[in-house]
């Protein structure tokens, strides 16, 4: 019975070491089959490092202002009798706004009219006879007097009839009415606004050593997410000649088109001042670099073992460079590259130094410096 136990143990023990050396001769081979494997080569797209002049801007936020603005409002107290303008509405200078009750004013014209045109009969009357000595030189001029007096009565009761006839005092687009029809209103109480929005201006600040490099009527470039993808032109009008204390900038004002009154009163905006100076950049596409804490890098793209193979392979080497501004789709290459040195343009994080590549740009994406995204 233990010669049979033994025996077992023995059969075990060999079944065992038979598997584990099979087992190790697998691992083995799998290992020398992976030293010698070698990955294909990933599809890349690619682009050139290349030199561009670019333009050089400064830029700042802006706030936007009518050229033209002001809340219309009530010169001396009295009841609205008509509206006669809708809100949001278009005017020009003279356009009636609101009528206020002149009735009482009316009738007291009517009258000093009527004392006027007494006074010039008495007035013509006595210069006939001054010439016969039937009246004196002083009953004449008492008479002017008095037709001049009834004259200045006609013209102040004229001129409360037109402060209380509200009219546009140029042309531009109304606000919201404040007041309503038959309402009492007191001297100074606003009544709506009204804005010349074509064209608008730009309120900026700019640091002090910008002071010398900006003149009156440089271009500036105005963009916002009021109008995504456009730019509205203008040029600087107004200078300030002096320099804030608290935060060393200095303000500008300058003009900007506003055909379709997209832009308004109120909106701010990004303002950027193009200057005579140009610059020459080296640049690639901005998805080219491969950012991290230690570094930017990219990847360039190298030929390798042209004189051993019929097909000569591209590999990969991990570039550190340093970048400047970046403007579109493209980014500015201080150090760290040569132009016509080709790079990876897209997908740089999947990537690693030594890789064998293969380039393939039919789906590469069209970079540009002034992209028009959109809007979906």
């Given at each position: 019975?233990?010669?049979?136990?033994?025996?077992?143990?023995?059969?075990?023990?060999?079944?065992?070491?038979?598997?584990?050396?099979?087992?190790?001769?697998?691992?083995?081979?799998?290992?020398?089959?992976?030293?010698?494997?070698?990955?294909?080569?990933?599809?890349?797209?690619?682009?050139?490092?290349?030199?561009?002049?670019?333009?050089?801007?400064?830029?700042?936020?802006?706030?936007?202002?009518?050229?033209?603005?002001?809340?219309?409002?009530?010169?001396?107290?009295?009841?609205?009798?008509?509206?006669?303008?809708?809100?949001?509405?278009?005017?020009?200078?003279?356009?009636?706004?609101?009528?206020?009750?002149?009735?009482?004013?009316?009738?007291?014209?009517?009258?000093?009219?009527?004392?006027?045109?007494?006074?010039?009969?008495?007035?013509?009357?006595?210069?006939?006879?001054?010439?016969?000595g039937s009246v004196s030189r002083s009953e004449?001029?008492?008479?002017?007097?008095?037709?001049?007096?009834?004259?200045?009565?006609?013209?102040?009761?004229?001129?409360?009839?037109?402060?209380?006839?509200?009219?546009?005092?140029?042309?531009?687009?109304?606000?919201?009415?404040?007041?309503?029809?038959?309402?009492?209103?007191?001297?100074?109480?606003?009544?709506?606004?009204?804005?010349?929005?074509?064209?608008?201006?730009?309120?900026?600040?700019?640091?002090?050593?910008?002071?010398?490099?900006?003149?009156?009527?440089?271009?500036?470039?105005?963009?916002?997410?009021?109008?995504?993808?456009?730019?509205?032109?203008?040029?600087?009008?107004?200078?300030?000649?002096?320099?804030?204390?608290?935060?060393?900038?200095?303000?500008?004002?300058?003009?900007?088109?506003?055909?379709?009154?997209?832009?308004?009163?109120?909106?701010?905006?990004?303002?950027?001042?193009?200057?005579?100076?140009?610059?020459?950049?080296?640049?690639?596409?901005?998805?080219?670099?491969?950012?991290?804490?230690?570094?930017?890098?990219?990847?360039?793209?190298?030929?390798?073992?042209?004189?051993?193979?019929?097909?000569?392979?591209?590999?990969?080497?991990?570039?550190?460079?340093?970048?400047?501004?970046?403007?579109?789709?493209?980014?500015?290459?201080?150090?760290?590259?040569?132009?016509?040195?080709?790079?990876?343009?897209?997908?740089?994080?999947?990537?690693?130094?030594?890789?064998?590549?293969?380039?393939?740009?039919?789906?590469?994406?069209?970079?540009?410096?002034?992209?028009?995204?959109?809007?979906?």
């Amino acid at each position: 019975m233990a010669k049979r136990i033994i025996l077992i143990v023995l059969v075990l023990f060999l079944v065992v070491g038979v598997i584990a050396g099979i087992k190790v001769l697998q691992i083995r081979t799998m290992i020398d089959n992976g030293g010698g494997f070698t990955p294909p080569p990933e599809t890349v797209s690619s682009a050139e490092a290349q030199q561009q002049t670019w333009e050089t801007t400064v830029s700042a936020v802006g706030s936007l202002e009518a050229v033209q603005g002001v809340m219309v409002a009530a010169e001396m107290p009295g009841k609205i009798s008509e509206i006669a303008f809708a809100p949001g509405a278009m005017v020009q200078a003279g356009d009636l706004l609101v009528q206020m009750d002149i009735k009482v004013e009316k009738a007291q014209l009517r009258a000093a009219e009527a004392a006027a045109s007494l006074a010039k009969t008495n007035m013509d009357r006595i210069a006939t006879v001054l010439t016969d000595g039937s009246v004196s030189r002083s009953e004449y001029d008492t008479a002017e007097a008095a037709y001049k007096e009834a004259m200045a009565r006609v013209d102040t009761i004229k001129a409360t009839i037109d402060r209380k006839t509200i009219q546009a005092p140029f042309a531009g687009r109304l606000g919201i009415r404040l007041v309503n029809l038959g309402q009492i209103v007191s001297e100074g109480e606003p009544i709506v606004t009204l804005q010349n929005l074509d064209p608008v201006f730009v309120n900026f600040q700019l640091p002090q050593q910008e002071l010398t490099n900006i003149k009156k009527g440089y271009t500036v470039r105005l963009t916002s997410d009021v109008i995504p993808g456009q730019t509205v032109s203008g040029t600087i009008t107004t200078i300030s000649p002096e320099i804030e204390s608290a935060t060393r900038n200095f303000r500008l004002q300058a003009t900007v088109a506003n055909s379709q009154e997209l832009l308004h009163p109120g909106m701010f905006g990004e303002v950027a001042v193009v200057l005579p100076v140009r610059k020459d950049v080296l640049v690639i596409p901005a998805t080219s670099v491969l950012y991290a804490p230690y570094g930017d890098s990219v990847f360039v793209i190298e030929e390798t073992g042209a004189e051993k193979t019929e097909k000569p392979g591209k590999v990969l080497r991990q570039q550190f460079v340093r970048l400047g501004e970046r403007r579109g789709d493209f980014v500015a290459v201080v150090s760290g590259l040569k132009e016509a040195e080709s790079v990876v343009s897209t997908g740089v994080f999947k990537l690693r130094n030594g890789q064998s590549v293969v380039i393939d740009n039919s789906l590469n994406p069209e970079f540009k410096l002034e992209p028009q995204p959109v809007n979906q």
